[in-house]
């Protein structure tokens, strides 16, 4: 397995690939992996012949407050991880490298950026846009592999693809969870084990609603978004959002809606945690 640290040595490696007729795959992540992150690995395996892993906690995407400096990180450990499930380079850059000091394009997203996460996280989608863009640029994946975990996330970059003509098939990952049911997240590691078992009435809000919503439909919105904020709040939890969206553009559902996002956000401790489940009808 290859790694790289500097974007011209990526862009290298994947325009040979590309001159060798292999179909790449992009993993984008920001380290700290678990088997979440190894379930993306392993579809991208399925979809190509080079597999590239970005290992980068994007500093653009973190506003003052947040937590970017104490951001878990394990880079050996992460390499381990990605050479088992058959990636074939690691890009690791330093945000140097990525950002030039004086810097002043960006993506952006006007729509589907401001509601969700982005009310609480303002700048947050244009870093996520402005690195994916700068990943897609460098690695020049035929696919690359998000999370449903990330379900606005995924959405978003959806969108970008369209707009902006990127020629990335982009697949998306099942959210996968720990035994106990919580979504998994490299910050589920500061939360303590009192937090972490208060933390299991989020993901019970979602099976709860996704079971509601399945049932009758957009009937069961104000049901499901009720029951949640209350399960949440008993458990300790301080909500950020719980919401419903169409899942095909963020906005509020309807009897024609085809599917609807259930997504949660909510505090306990000092960590912030998020989940969600996507229901067709």
């Known amino acids: 397995m290859k790694i790289f640290h500097q974007p011209g040595e990526l862009q290298a490696y994947a325009l040979e690939c590309k001159r060798s007729g292999k179909r790449i795959a992009l993993v984008p992540t920001m380290g700290f992996l678990h088997a979440g992150h190894a379930s993306l690995i392993d579809i991208a395996?399925?979809?190509?012949?080079?597999?590239?892993?970005?290992?980068?906690?994007?500093p653009t995407q973190f506003a003052p407050n947040e937590d970017l400096d104490k951001?878990?990180?394990?880079?050996?450990?992460?390499?381990?991880?990605c050479e088992a499930h058959g990636a074939t380079a690691v890009f690791a850059p330093a945000p140097e490298?990525?950002?030039?000091?004086?810097?002043?394009?960006?993506v952006d997203e006007t729509t589907l950026s401001k509601v969700l996460c982005g009310k609480s996280r303002p700048i947050h989608f244009r870093g996520v846009l402005t690195v994916v863009s700068k990943l897609f640029n460098l690695a020049l994946p035929d696919v690359a592999v998000f999370g449903k975990k990330d379900a606005q996330q995924a959405i978003i970059i959806k969108r970008m693809v369209r707009d902006l003509n990127f020629p990335v098939e982009i697949v998306l990952g099942d959210l996968i969870r720990d035994t106990d049911n919580?979504?998994?997240s490299s910050r589920n590691r500061y939360l303590s084990e009192d937090e972490r078992r208060r933390a299991r009435s989020i993901s019970e809000s979602v099976f709860y609603a996704e079971k509601q919503l399945?049932?009758?439909?957009?009937?069961?919105?104000?049901?499901?978004?009720?029951?949640?904020?209350?399960?949440?709040?008993e458990a300790g939890g301080v909500v950020d959002y719980v919401e419903v969206r169409d899942s095909?553009?963020?906005?509020?559902?309807?009897?024609?809606?085809?599917?609807?996002?259930?997504?949660?956000?909510?505090?306990?401790?000092?960590?912030?945690?998020?989940?969600?489940?996507?229901v067709d009808f």
């Open 248 to 278: 095909s553009d963020l906005e509020a559902p309807t009897a024609s809606s085809c599917g609807v996002l259930f997504a949660v956000a909510a505090v306990f401790g000092t960590t912030r945690l998020i989940d969600n489940c996507f």
């Open 71 to 81: 951001y878990p990180r394990d880079f050996e450990n992460d390499c381990r991880l």
């Open 97 to 106: 490298s990525m950002y030039a000091s004086d810097r002043s394009i960006w």
């Open 45 to 58: 395996r399925e979809r190509g012949d080079e597999v590239i892993v970005s290992i980068f906690v994007n």
């Open 182 to 184: 919580v979504a998994m």
């Open 214 to 233: 399945k049932a009758q439909g957009v009937a069961a919105v104000d049901e499901v978004v009720e029951y949640a904020r209350k399960h949440i709040t």
